[in-house]
């Protein structure tokens, strides 16, 4: 079976950083192009970060500069680096895979930034 699980979601105070991780199983990460998605209460779920299989990578304005999405295919795990988190950062994150043919998500980690 198939699955990809989100980890590392957490609550942290602005100005902080945390680290998501993305842990592929019952398949291999680096066939997959990866993103990151985030869905705040009463929003839409939009893009974060996406990392082809090449390495490239493309980020949300918001987030950019702010924000780095990695893979460690030795690890079978996508990553997304958060610093310099802010209030707007406040969601469930998702990762996605995708390939010709196939597009899975992962149940999703709370984040939330808060004093």
């Known amino acids: 079976q198939v699955q990809f699980v989100e980890s590392g979601g957490g609550l942290v105070q602005p100005g902080g950083s945390l680290r998501l991780s993305c842990t592929a199983s019952?398949?291999?990460?680096?066939?997959?192009?990866m993103a990151w998605y985030r869905q705040a209460p009463g929003k839409q779920r939009e893009l974060v970060a996406g990392?082809?299989?090449?390495?490239?990578?493309n980020y949300a304005d918001s987030v950019k500069d702010r924000f780095t999405i990695s893979r460690d295919n030795a690890k079978n795990t996508m990553y997304l680096q958060m610093n310099s988190l802010k209030p707007e950062d406040t969601a469930v994150y998702y990762c996605?895979?995708?390939?010709?043919?196939?597009?899975?998500w992962g149940q999703g980690t709370q984040v939330t930034v808060s004093s």
């Open positions: 996605r895979a995708t390939r010709s043919g196939y597009d899975y």
């Open positions: 019952g398949t291999i990460l680096s066939i997959y192009t």
């Open positions: 990392i082809i299989r090449d390495g490239n990578t």
